[in-house]
């Protein structure tokens, strides 16, 4: 409250002066005062002398300071009758019947705390876990907004292998749990199939590279061919190349232009399409080098690295969208592949990204 700069002295000394004669207006000017202050002045201590002004001041000071102690005893008295019939035992209870009352009764924290014996500590500690967890949720939201097919385990190491968060993967689950964002798993035919040998491992980069093609439309009906070419030691996506018609040599004139940024590979392995046995993909691989093996007709898993690629392509990014014409198509894969080799989590190395494993 801001303090007057007239004292109790020089009020009864103006009172004194006006009651001597001195026009008021003058008194107003010469003290910087209004007419209005003046007369309320002569109302409130007109025929008093200045100890029973300092005395009624001081009862007025004690009256007000007695009426506040009242209001706050029947405020606390109103908050535990509220509270009356809630079972209060743990801090955390307390700390949250003191948070509601000064919402619902706009008091002051200190006095929140005083009446449910909670420290102002505890009370404006806030858990840096519920801030994490809060983060892990923002992080799994946008993560199956974005990739639409991606289940936990693919999530939890994008998290853990490409954004460097050291999360356990029991507190991220439940978090992914109580979002509700699990994938409805259908359920498969159970079919007995012959265990395939299992494909080697290249040691090194361009030591193996596999390619096949794919086929798929665009929303006017027209169909487009899609050629894949991944490096088998780290399952690298080396191209995607997207035409409606895609002959030997457009093959080949594709794999030229790899081979000048890539280097040439030891050996390339596909199936037994017709651009792959062509007399033009034999002199090819004669003139560059390059063993080419076949696989089996009807063995598709015998060039199961890229069968797998085909189908996270199919699924993660053909399967997304409605593309109008070639252009589209080409501009999505494009920025699909820079994000399939330096963000997406692969299995086969470890959780990280194919660009990762050197």
Known sequence: MKTSKYSDSLIMSILKQAE?????????????MSSATFYKWKSKYGGMDLSMM???????????????M?????????ILQDALFKKVLRPVQRKS???????????????????????????????RLDEENQQIAEWLIQLTNDHKTWGFKLCFLYLRNVKKY????????????????????????????????????????NESWSMDFMHDQLSDGRSYRVHNVIDDYNRESLDILIDFSLPAERVLRGLDQLIEWRGKPKRIRTDNGPEYISE??????????????????????QNAYVERFNRTVRYECL????????????????????????????????????????
């Open 20 to 32: 001597a004669g001195t026009p008021i207006p003058n008194l107003c000017r010469e003290h910087g």
């Open 54 to 68: 300092t005395r009624l001041k001081e009862l007025e000071a004690e009256n007000a300071r007695l009426k506040r």
């Open 70 to 78: 009242y209001a706050d005893e029947r405020l606390k008295s109103d």
């Open 97 to 127: 019947l003191a948070q509601q009352a000064t919402e619902q009764f706009k008091i002051s924290i200190s006095m929140a705390c005083l009446i449910f014996k909670v420290s102002q500590t505890c009370y404006r500690y806030k858990a």
């Open 166 to 205: 050291k999360w356990n993967h029991k507190r991220v689950y439940r978090i992914y749990k109580e979002l509700e964002l699990n994938l409805r798993i259908k359920p498969n035919k159970r079919i007995k199939r012959e265990q395939p040998e299992t494909l080697a491992v290249p040691t090194a980069k």
């Open 280 to 301: 033009l993909m034999e002199k090819w691989c004669d003139q560059h080098g390059i063993e080419h093996v076949f696989t089996q007709p009807g063995n598709p898993q």
């Open 319 to 358: 399967n997304q969208y409605l593309f109008r014409d070639l252009s589209e198509v080409q501009d999505y894969t494009t920025d699909w592949q820079y994000f399939y080799n330096h963000e997406r989590p692969h299995m086969s190395v470890n959780g990280c990204p194919p660009i990762f494993k050197q």
